[in-house]
């Protein structure tokens, strides 16, 4: 279910930040993977679940402070190209970046942005899915 601290965030900044709902988001995915595979451009796809978040950020505080600035990243940072959309149910957050497989390059940047201004650095919390699509294997002939 979505926190309504993000919720609260999200309407502060409706007119910067997209993001995708579930139905949408898996469509675009669809579409990234059928691009990907033509163009044997591989992608990262990262999906954290917003358990993860309450868990590693049990403080209401470092919370408000985490929302404030991750939607704050998202709406200035991301690229173009990329996407977000929430999980099924809403139950988390997810990215595909696109060309991005090979060090994480921007998923480091976000994370590494968000992590300046809050000192939580995301790419130490367990749980979070990372997933390279198509998988390189798919390209081998």
Same mark, same amino acid.
């Given at each position: 279910m979505l926190p309504e601290e993000l919720s609260l965030f999200l309407r502060k900044r409706k007119d910067k930040v997209f993001i995708y #709902?579930?139905?949408?988001?898996? %469509?675009? @995915?669809? +579409?990234?993977?059928?691009?990907?595979?033509?163009?044997?451009? &591989? $992608?990262?796809?990262?999906? !954290? *679940? $917003?358990? @993860? @978040?309450?868990r590693e950020l049990s403080e209401?505080?470092? %919370?408000?402070? $985490?929302?404030?600035? $991750?939607?704050?990243?998202? *709406?200035?940072?991301?690229?173009?190209?990329?996407?977000?959309?929430?999980?099924?149910?809403?139950?988390?957050?997810?990215?595909?970046?696109?060309?991005? !497989?090979?060090?994480? &390059? #921007?998923? +480091?940047r976000f994370c590494a942005e968000i992590e300046a201004k809050t000192s939580f650095d995301m790419r130490k919390w367990e749980g979070i899915i990372y997933t390279a699509y198509p998988p390189k294997e798919f390209f081998k002939t």
């Open positions: #709902a579930w139905e949408y988001f898996t %469509r675009r @995915i669809h +579409d990234e993977l059928v691009r990907s595979v033509i163009e044997e451009s &591989p $992608f990262l796809y990262v999906e !954290v *679940s $917003f358990s @993860i @978040i309450q209401s505080n470092d %919370r408000l402070n $985490f929302w404030d600035n $991750f939607v704050n990243v998202l *709406s200035t940072q991301k690229r173009h190209s990329d996407l977000c959309g929430f999980l099924r149910n809403d139950e988390g957050i997810a990215f595909l970046f696109v060309n991005s !497989v090979d060090n994480n &390059p #921007a998923w +480091d």
